[in-house]
């Protein structure tokens, strides 16, 4: 099984800010990479997929890096409707989720 | 717009199976999609199930497949959860999501809204 590491866990930050939330592959899983925001009663929503490519409609703010086993997701100008729990999935050998980074705005 | 519906009783006995239904709607469960099962215990993170292909093959994750199958029905659009065996563990809100990838997975573009099932006597 593929392990998905996130970090930080948690992650308090003030509006305007950037953000920074890496997660780390138990082994190579090349692009197979996907990250989702997840508001306290709501699903999961797809932000970016493929490591790098922004879904539809997500905010340009919203981008994604890495290949291999690194991967970072990155929020330009944090804004207050960002307040959320953010997780990275793979799909490179069946499907894992990381443990869950949740963002606090001061 | 592809939406996802889950159904299905939102509380089952320990040692009991759980049996939930996904009902999708603006898409054809017979695209070219693998369909998926989700769960996320109370304050804790997402857990992949498994998945299912219109043709029937499933993929499951190895640590509940001895509990767990998924089916699809065609005619009604939709496909099924059953996980055996329950026990207090398998609290949790579980989704219903469809993988956007063509014939090979990729990201769940699609998610249904949830439905909790608490496992007590």
């Known amino acids: 099984e593929i392990v998905l590491t996130q970090s930080p866990d948690f992650q308090s930050v003030t509006p305007k800010e950037k953000v920074t939330i890496t997660c780390r592959a138990s082994q190579s899983i090349g692009s197979s990479l996907h990250w989702y925001q997840q508001k306290p009663d709501q699903s999961p929503k797809l932000l970016i997929k493929y490591a790098s490519q922004s879904f539809s409609g997500v905010p340009s703010r919203f981008s994604g890096s890495g290949s291999g086993t690194d991967f970072t997701l990155t929020i330009n100008s944090l804004e207050a409707e960002d307040a959320a729990t953010y997780y990275c999935?793979?799909?490179?050998?069946?499907?894992?989720f990381g443990q869950g980074t949740k963002l606090e705005i001061k | 717009q592809v939406q996802l519906q889950e159904s299905g009783p939102g509380l089952v006995k320990p040692s009991g199976t759980l049996s939930l239904t996904c009902a999708v709607s603006?898409?054809?469960?017979?695209?070219?999609?693998?369909w998926s099962w989700i769960r996320q215990p109370p304050g804790k993170g997402l857990e992949w199930i498994g998945e299912i292909y219109h043709s029937g093959s499933t993929n499951y994750n190895p640590s509940l497949k001895s509990r767990v199958t998924i089916s699809v029905d065609k005619s009604k659009n939709q496909f099924s959860l059953k996980l055996s065996s329950v026990t207090a563990a398998d609290t949790a809100v579980y989704y219903c999501?469809?993988?956007?990838?063509?014939?090979?997975?990729?990201?769940?573009?699609?998610w249904g809204q949830g439905t909790l099932v608490t496992v007590s006597s």
């Open positions: 999501a469809r993988n956007q990838g063509v014939v090979v997975p990729a990201a769940f573009d699609y």
């Open positions: 603006g898409g054809s469960i017979s695209s070219s999609n693998w």
């Open positions: 999935h793979q799909s490179s050998s069946l499907n894992t």
